[in-house]
Every structure is written in C-alpha cells, then in structure tokens.
C-alpha cells in the first residue's frame, strides 16, 4: 500500500504561485508513474502533468504548459507541482497520484487532494 499526502493548497490572487507536495510512506516512489490530477466543482477530474520514475520523461496539459512544473524526490518520496502564473481557472482540488503496472497487474493510488484557490 502507498498512502499519498497533498499538502501546500491555498488562496493566492491571480498572477501568484503556489507550490504542492506530495510525500509518500509505505512503499518507495521510485518505480512509480506519479501525476497530479486536478478537479473544479461540476466538473471531471483531469490529468494536469505526469513524471516517469527516473523524471525523464513529463507531460503537461495544454492548459498548464509553460506554466506548472512537475518534479520529484525520489531519496525523498516527494513529488511537486510548482504552479506559476495562477488564473482563477485553476481553482480546482489538486490529487497526486501515483501509478505502477507489474505484470499486468495496475497499482493505482490516490491522495485526498488539496484546494487551490485562484481569486482577487
């Protein structure tokens, strides 16, 4: 079992930054896909950038590219999301997740979320 918590959710004015962590116990982070995933109210939970194990490879959704980056720790089971430029569309609760298939078997764990909210 991977228990995933988020933590670094909060009010910022549009423009700021704000930075998420996502710290990890039970099993090591390293092997795992890790993502941040985020919801708005009424609306679907979306994918807003993944990291491979080794960070060689991430991904970003249109909405956030050139604007979030995701990064992680893995000495220190951590994974970030460092959010720059926030505009008042970002507000949403933010999930890490964390994802490992092993001989077709899916390893899927969730964190509670943490809220960012993007207002004046």
């Known amino acids: 079992q991977v228990q995933l918590v988020e933590s670094g959710g909060g009010l910022v004015q549009p423009g700021g930054s704000l930075r998420l962590s996502c710290a990890a116990s039970g099993r090591t982070l390293s092997t795992y896909v890790m993502s941040w995933f985020r919801q708005a109210p009424g609306r679907e939970r979306e994918l807003v950038a993944a990291?491979?194990?080794?960070?060689?490879?991430?991904n970003y959704a249109e909405s956030v590219k050139g604007r979030f980056t995701i990064s992680r720790d893995n000495a220190k089971n951590t994974v970030y999301l460092a959010m720059n430029s926030l505009k008042p569309e970002d507000t949403a609760v933010y999930y890490c997740?964390?994802?490992?298939?092993?001989?077709?078997?899916?390893?899927?764990?969730w964190g509670e979320g943490t809220l960012v909210t993007v207002s004046s």
């Open positions: 997740n964390a994802r490992r298939v092993v001989s077709g078997l899916v390893m899927n764990y």
């Open positions: 990291i491979t194990s080794t960070s060689a490879i991430t």
